[in-house]
């Protein structure tokens, strides 16, 4: 064992899309091969959960974890983490606000399971469900519990600092591990704890190039339907659903230079306690009828709602989760 | 005391006709309910969404939002933005599974006292025969504010069971 500072990342309810950005910093990886001792990282590396939980407390120096808390695992792995760990990072929208996995939460446990174990694409006619205790011929089998609501890491477990993004930019993610590095060199200081790091406090419209007008449309379209994008001028004048408003900047705003709408993948702003909230008083804004009846029609064209405001961050939203998945109806 | 559910309704009112319009109905000597209560905002447009959605997440069963009636508005048309946000709160809170019953927009100008008190005891008895909503409790049940080092409840292990 090497006396370096140790590093650990993990993966609770995710995609692994958070590892392959960190994998992504290129050749400042080496970077933190040569400062840090990696010490589990399921995705890179073979170690064990059993070697981690033979480690003394709080020996790992920084751990990035991301995902959700989906099940009992991810719980119990969050907090064997944090007792194992000084500087703990809620690494990417997973962790942070529940992002994809956390669109389970408009649903009711017993339509996630149906679709997952009873639908047209499934062979299992004995409409088998998993339980958390089997009994085999050989003794008892354990599965972890699926929890009816997904939440954040930070609900679980104490988090010293938060890192958004789905996946967090790769460029940013060098900047942390530089940063880390000069503080380990006595260079520069930790950020105040509780701080959202690799990202800025504006909003994505703030880095956005595109022109913005006095904003008035009378429907909402899909991007995919539109013929012809204007370049220049901000995306939703032209009546797309971008998420910009709301959404924290740091990634560059990749996603509108290219004409994609911003789909909110950095989260809330600074100062943003729903980001859902705040993008309904932005899409308001901009539609141009005061009449009730016009006011649904041009609403109907905006099918989503819901999915449109907390596609990445319901699990962290004011209400968090639907009703039935609350009530498990 | 009786087992009739009494909501809580959170109301948010207009500082130049709602609110007065409630001051009226006070001086006049209308009753209404003591389940709503008022907040006053310079403006319904001043009403982010944010508001309505920590109001339903703290523990509300109704939220009213009463504005001056479309063309009267003190700051000439934020009440439009109000009824357009308020159309769209509606949508989302229903795809949340929050009924659009429960929130309920309202046009009173400061004369309007009574008329404003009728829409009130109206809405009251909607959000009675609703229900009560008990989110706070909800999240409660799931683990939120919870202690840190508690074992996380075992409703999943039963909602598992329950579908075997």
């Known amino acids: 064992m090497s006396d370096k500072p140790k590093f650990a990342m993990y993966w609770a309810a995710s995609c692994g899309g958070c590892e392959i950005a960190v994998l992504n910093i290129n050749e400042k990886i080496l970077d933190v091969d040569a400062n840090f001792d990696v010490v589990f990282w399921p995705l890179a590396m073979d170690a064990k959960v059993k070697d981690v939980e033979a480690m003394p407390d709080k020996s790992i120096l920084l751990t990035l974890f991301n995902g959700g808390m989906r099940n009992s695992d991810n719980v119990a792995m969050a907090k064997l983490m944090r007792q194992k760990s000084q500087i703990l990072v809620s690494f990417g929208s997973c962790a942070t606000e529940g992002c994809i996995p956390g669109l389970a939460n408009l649903s009711s446990m017993k339509e996630l399971f149906d679709t997952a174990y009873q639908t047209i694409t499934t062979d299992n006619p004995q409409n088998i469900r998993p339980q958390v205790k089997t009994p085999v011929l050989e003794g008892e089998l354990h599965i972890p519990e699926f929890f009816p609501v997904l939440r954040t890491l930070d609900e679980v477990v104490d988090v010293d600092y938060y890192m958004p993004g789905c996946p967090p930019e790769s460029h940013q993610i060098a900047a942390v591990v530089a940063l880390v590095v000069d503080v380990l060199h006595g260079k520069a200081a930790l950020p105040p704890k509780g701080s959202v790091i690799g990202a800025g406090g504006s909003t994505v419209c703030d880095e956005c190039p595109r022109t913005r007008n006095v904003k008035t449309i009378k429907k909402f379209v899909r991007v995919q339907d539109v013929e012809v994008i204007d370049p220049q001028m901000c995306l939703l004048e032209q009546g797309i659903p971008c998420n910009g408003p709301a959404t924290r900047s740091g990634c560059g705003a990749l996603c509108p230079k290219a004409s994609a709408q911003c789909i909110g993948c950095y989260g809330p702003a600074d100062d943003v306690p729903d980001f859902g909230a705040r993008l309904m008083t932005a899409f308001s804004s901009v539609i141009d009828s005061n009449d009730p009846a016009e006011i649904d029609r041009i609403l109907d064209t905006l099918p989503d709602p819901a999915g449109q405001f907390y596609r990445f961050n319901l699990a962290k939203s004011l209400l968090r989760a639907a009703r039935p998945a609350w009530r498990n109806e | ?164």
């Not at chain 2, 309910?33 to 703290?58: E, Q, W, Y």
């Not at chain 2, 949508?91 to 019953?101: F, M, S, V």
């Not at chain 2, 996380?152 to 329950?162: C, H, I, N, Q």
Request: with cysteine; proline share 5%; net charge neutral.
């Open chain 2, 1 to 164: 005391m009786t087992d009739i559910f009494e909501p809580i309704i959170v109301g948010f009112t207009c500082n130049w006709c709602s609110y007065r319009a409630a001051d009226a109905a006070g001086t006049g000597r209308t009753k209404y309910p003591p389940n709503i209560r008022l907040i006053r905002l310079m403006c319904s447009g001043r009403l982010d969404p944010t508001f309505v959605f920590k109001a339903f997440a703290k523990g509300a069963d109704g939220v009213m939002v009463a504005g001056c009636h479309p063309g009267d508005c003190h700051y000439v048309e934020q009440n439009y933005k109000t009824m357009r946000r308020f159309h769209m709160m509606q949508r989302t809170l229903e795809q949340l599974g929050i009924e659009p019953g429960r929130i309920k927009l309202v046009w009173a100008s400061a004369a309007e006292g009574n008329l404003l008190v009728k829409q009130m005891v109206g809405f009251i008895d909607e959000v009675r025969a609703l229900g009560p909503l008990n989110w706070p409790k909800w999240q409660a049940e799931h683990g939120y504010y919870a202690e840190m080092d508690e074992n996380p409840r075992s409703v999943g292990a039963k909602a598992m069971e329950e579908q075997a």
